[in-house]
């Protein structure tokens, strides 16, 4: 059984910093794409990041500059640096996976993490 658990959200004023953890773990055979979403009350849920497990990254728009992702594939985990925080980007943060299970690739979700930026 594959799970993706994560940490590092809490509360932080405009203009902190905050880093989101998401390590994988169970029967991986390897992990293709991972990456970060976020859903705010009220709204749909929305890409904030993705990475490729060759490095290649992609940004929404409105994180572009300000957030930065990486990963450990050693450790098949996922990091979100979240630099000069807004309001707007409170919501809470989802981990995401796309798992190779021998030769089967299936998408994997975290339970989700509160990011709170007060003003």
């Known amino acids: 059984q594959v799970q993706l658990v994560e940490s590092g959200g809490g509360l932080v004023q405009a203009g902190g910093s905050l880093r989101l953890l998401c390590a994988a773990s169970?029967?991986?055979?390897?992990?293709?794409?991972m990456g970060w979403y976020r859903q705010a009350p009220g709204k749909q849920r929305e890409l904030v990041a993705v990475?490729?497990?060759?490095?290649?990254?992609n940004y929404s728009d409105s994180v572009k500059g300000r957030f930065t992702i990486s990963r450990d594939n050693a450790k098949n985990t996922v990091y979100l640096q979240m630099n000069t925080l807004k309001p707007e980007d409170t919501a809470v943060y989802y981990c995401?996976?796309?798992?190779?299970?021998?030769?089967?690739?299936?998408?994997?979700w975290g339970q989700g993490t509160q990011v709170t930026v007060s003003s």
């Open positions: 169970g029967s991986i055979s390897s992990i293709n794409g």
């Open positions: 995401y996976a796309a798992i190779m299970l021998g030769y089967v690739e299936a998408d994997y």
């Open positions: 990475i490729t497990s060759g490095g290649i990254t």
